[in-house]
């Protein structure tokens, strides 16, 4: 048998699935796409989570464009992460041009032209449905740890969860936990010491300060009600195609705290109300994080070990998460041991750093007889990748180079007016455009303090009254000071002189 027969049974068997499939393109050999063969990944095992890694310009957003177009047709939801805003075109179909024509033939793969039922989201004011929780929902573990507090701190946190508690004072959005700071440490300070034990200043301080910090990164548009549904994101059309729901985050790059935030958010909250599912048929929902550094970069070591604890706990729930980066370094290696399926585009190496990160890279990926891996990941053009996933079993699938197919759908982003038509005619943006601001702590603190204060003027008021002599006492003190005066006494002195003159 040829090499090439041979790789063609090598592929084929390993990428063999009895269940439904999706089919990511056809392996290379030899910088060749070898059609006779197909790069399937089992719905079964989408989640066991995945990688999509690859320098600029390789086609990693058409990637997860791909991916998401097969899982909305096997009526998948998806949740994208949109940090660029280059993915909304998914909502409109393709067009067929003669590069793709070309490129489909190749691997021998019909194409047609779909779009796809899409909502688009928002974590601040842009157009779309408002995605919010509230403080109370995240709980004072979850909310130290986004707030990298130590555990003094943390201590203090949960203080403060149980005094609002206790006392039905429900924690909305961030102007709540900040009225409960200052309250504990100035009105409240002798209750709060006697029912809870004492609360240093300057502890509160510290957490005042990280929470303003998260305040200016958009926390304020975050945290509040209505709080967002999970089951708003299980959606399928009339079709039976999943939605897609893009959220747009194209004014949240350089808040990196707002991001990790809602992220750990999400992830919990889908973890604490999915029922388990262990294994299952297909996905519940699958989620594709673009640009995952900025959730690792400035997470402290509790927040990463907080992530890594979700990612493995949260696929028995039936929840596929997909992180989406420039260099697989950049994802921790906790992390990184929990995905099954890797998708890795070309890299390059400009400096011995690159050349380095590169060989680590290709270490990572099983062994092949058919490819030099850390010289192909220099090599591959746009719209090709290393391909490694988990088949049904949970054994990894061979390594294969892939020409991917093209997607479906338009491969650029919407214009306003079309953007404006979805949000027009979505139930979500209508269900969530409402801010309700119900009372909470803010309200209820405030208006303690203003009737202490009220209270401590009438007592004050009632003490002046009390100590203020009658009418009588005024008169009687009046007439008493007129007749001891000294004026008084010479005056009646002199009365009486002059009466004795005139009686003698």
Wanted: proline residues 4%; contains cysteine.
């Amino acid at each position: 048998m040829s090499k090439k027969d041979n790789f063609i049974q090598h592929i084929n068997e390993g990428y063999t699935s009895k269940g439904e499939s999706i089919i990511l393109g056809a392996a290379i050999l030899d910088a060749e796409p070898v059609g006779e063969t197909q790069v399937r990944i089992p719905l079964k095992t989408l989640n066991r989570h995945g990688l999509i890694a690859g320098a600029t310009g390789t086609g990693k957003t058409k990637t997860i464009q791909v991916l998401s177009e097969q899982l909305s047709s096997f009526g998948i939801p998806v949740l994208m992460m949109d940090i660029k805003g280059d993915f909304s075109g998914i909502a409109q179909p393709g067009e067929e041009k003669p590069f793709i024509t070309e490129r489909h033939a190749k691997i021998n793969i019909p194409y047609t032209t779909s779009s796809f039922p899409v909502e688009l989201m928002t974590l601040s004011a842009q157009d779309g449905v408002r995605m919010r929780a509230t403080i109370s929902e995240f709980g004072p573990v979850l909310f130290s740890r986004i707030l990298d507090l130590n555990d003094t701190q943390a201590g203090v946190m949960a203080v403060i969860f149980k005094y609002c508690d206790d006392n039905k004072m429900p924690l909305l959005d961030l102007k709540d936990i900040k009225k409960v700071l200052n309250y504990i440490t100035e009105e409240g300070k002798d209750e709060i010491s006697e029912n809870y034990g004492k609360i240093s200043t300057a502890t509160t301080g510290t957490i005042l300060r990280k929470i303003i910090e998260l305040e200016q990164q958009g926390g304020d548009f975050f945290f509040g009600e209505k709080s967002f549904e999970i089951d708003d994101l299980m959606r399928i059309d009339e079709n039976g195609k999943g939605y897609i729901n893009i959220l747009r985050l194209t004014d949240i790059q350089d808040k990196p705290k707002l991001f990790s935030t809602f992220m750990l958010s999400l992830l919990a909250e889908i973890y604490q109300q999915m029922p388990e599912k262990g294994d299952v048929d297909q996905p519940e929902l699958v989620l594709f994080i673009d640009e995952a550094h900025l959730i690792f970069d400035e997470a402290s070591k509790v927040l990463l070990d907080q992530i890594e604890t979700i990612i493995k706990l949260i696929r028995s729930k039936g929840i596929g998460v997909y992180f989406v980066t420039q260099n697989p370094m950049d994802i921790p290696k906790g992390v990184l041991a929990q995905l099954g399926l890797k998708i890795q585009h070309a890299l390059r190496a400009f400096t011995a750093n690159d050349r380095q990160a590169i060989k680590q890279t290709a270490d990572n990926y099983p062994t092949s007889d058919y490819y030099q891996t850390d010289e192909v990941l220099t090599s591959l053009g746009i719209g090709e990748a290393f391909v490694t996933a988990l088949n049904e079993k949970g054994i990894p699938t061979p390594l294969a180079a892939t020409m991917l197919r093209a997607p479906q759908s338009r491969m650029d982003i919407l214009v306003d007016s079309e953007i404006d038509a979805i949000n027009a005619k979505s139930k979500l943006v209508k269900k969530y455009a409402e801010e309700i601001d119900r009372e909470s702590a803010y309200e209820i603190l405030t208006k303690k303090i203003e009737e202490a204060f009220e209270q401590a003027e009438e007592t004050e008021v009632e003490e002046k009254k009390s100590n203020e002599p009658s009418t009588a006492e005024v008169i009687g003190k009046s007439v008493t000071k007129v007749v001891t005066s000294a004026s008084f006494i010479r005056g009646v002195f002199g009365i009486l002189m002059k009466f004795f003159k005139n009686s003698n």
